[in-house]
């Protein structure tokens, strides 16, 4: 027995349309706040360096800020949206984490054959968590379409 007494299909497709769980909007405000606090101590940093920096330390900062305003943009993105995002805000977050995770261990990947010291803990500590990212983004996709799926089928029952 799935079915709950007295609620229509349409009344559950109803309640679909509710805003941010406080705990959703928790995590917005963190994700808002951890992105663009970081991307402005970065950002800071970068800039009162006494000496020009190297090429590639100046990618790597213009990277981490890129990553850090990719989260700040996340959490903006939560908390303006007033519709139900059936889990499409995890996907967006899973693609982030493996965006950043990627490119961090490419870069750190570049420095370590550079220097000629310790590629394989690199590329086996960033392997890691790029699999592990990669596995959260296919969870996140599984759990959007199981979402709207369930949806399809309660508008299907609530139009018939």
């Known amino acids: 027995m799935s079915e709950q007494p007295g609620r229509t299909a349409q009344e559950i ?10 705990r959703a909007r928790v995590r917005a405000v963190t994700a808002l706040l951890a992105g663009g606090l970081g991307a ?5 940093l970068w800039l009162t360096e006494p000496a020009p920096l190297p090429g590639r330390t100046r990618l790597a900062f213009a990277l981490f800020i890129l990553i850090c305003l990719a989260w700040a943009g996340y959490g903006a993105l939560l ?3 007033k519709v139900v995002l059936f889990a499409t805000d995890q996907v ?10 990627a490119t961090t261990t490419g870069l750190l990947a570049v420095i370590a054959a550079e220097r000629g010291t310790g590629l394989w803990p690199v590329l086996a500590v960033g392997g890691a968590f790029v699999a592990v990212s990669g596995a959260l983004a296919v969870r996140a996709h599984a759990r959007r379409a199981g979402l709207l799926r369930r949806r399809h089928e309660l508008t299907r029952r609530a139009r018939a």
Request: glycine residues 0%; hydrophobic residues 70%.
């Open 40 to 44: 402005a101590f970065l950002s800071l």
């Open 79 to 81: 908390l303006t949206r």
């Open 92 to 101: 967006v977050a899973a693609w982030i984490a493996v965006a950043a995770s």
């Open 13 to 22: 497709v109803d309640r679909l349309e509710a805003s941010l769980s406080l």
